[in-house]
């Protein structure tokens, strides 16, 4: 079965500073794989995904992410936080389920931006 | 906001009782999704209904069932309610039936407290 893990519960970063935020999969197919972004108080909003092709993807909010096969690993990086960052990150690889490819979360790595 | 609206957004009933979710799809979107959200078990995938057909189903109990309607709004059905079913229950739709390369639009959730 299809996993995914987030090492890292918290980050902490300073506004201005660089990110990197890890995910790895495990998944004996071809992964299809996702970043989300939760604010407190509200839903998922999709980040980026990966599906096939070029293995760095740019997303929204200035995100992008690499996949690498070797390492089973898709890392979310962005060259410079804003406080509005501050957020909980999910990582998930889509699977097929039935009719339907579902994503399978991580736990989720809570970002905190000092100012 | 993502279009997808959710109701209520806060329930506090007791053990033993029975309550109904709502959600409402974006405009034109045939899939709604399920999922539920706690502490314990992270973000994990209930069920998926594609145009008032069930299409795949995750890790929901027997005590929660759910349906689409012609109008392709949705409800998630708790019953035999458990202090463990307090969660946050987020509500999803995307445009077809549930393909990697579709996105899923997440709704600000329903937060359940079983006392």
């Known amino acids: 079965a299809q996993s995914v893990t987030q090492p890292d519960i918290h980050i902490t970063v300073s506004e201005g500073a660089s990110l990197e935020l890890r995910c790895n999969y495990s998944?004996?197919?071809?992964?299809?794989l996702f970043w989300y972004v939760q604010s407190p108080g509200q839903g998922l909003q999709l980040l980026l995904k990966?599906?096939?092709?070029?293995?760095l993807v740019q997303g929204i909010k200035g995100f992008e992410a690499e996949f690498k096969r070797s390492q089973s690993s898709f890392n979310l990086r962005k060259p410079s936080v804003h406080w509005s960052d501050a957020a909980e990150y999910f990582c998930a690889v889509g699977a097929k389920s039935g009719g339907s490819y579902i994503p399978t979360f991580g736990r989720g790595t809570s970002l905190i931006v000092h100012p | 906001d993502s279009g997808v609206t959710q109701t209520p957004k806060h329930l506090i009933t007791a053990t033993g009782q029975r309550v109904t979710l709502r959600c409402s799809p974006r405009s034109g979107d045939l899939s709604v999704y399920w999922y539920q959200q706690s502490l314990d078990q992270g973000l994990q995938f209930l069920i998926h209904y594609y145009n008032g057909e069930e299409r795949a189903k995750g890790n929901i109990l027997e005590r929660f069932s759910a349906q689409q309607f012609p109008d392709l709004h949705s409800e998630l059905n708790l019953s035999s309610l458990e202090l463990g079913d307090s969660a946050l229950y987020f509500c999803?739709?995307?445009?077809?039936?549930?393909?990697?390369?579709?996105?899923?639009?997440f709704g600000p959730g329903t937060r359940l407290l079983v006392l």
């Open positions: 999803a739709s995307s445009v077809t039936t549930g393909q990697p390369q579709e996105t899923q639009y």
């Open positions: 998944y004996g197919a071809t992964p299809y």
């Open positions: 990966y599906f096939s092709g070029d293995t």
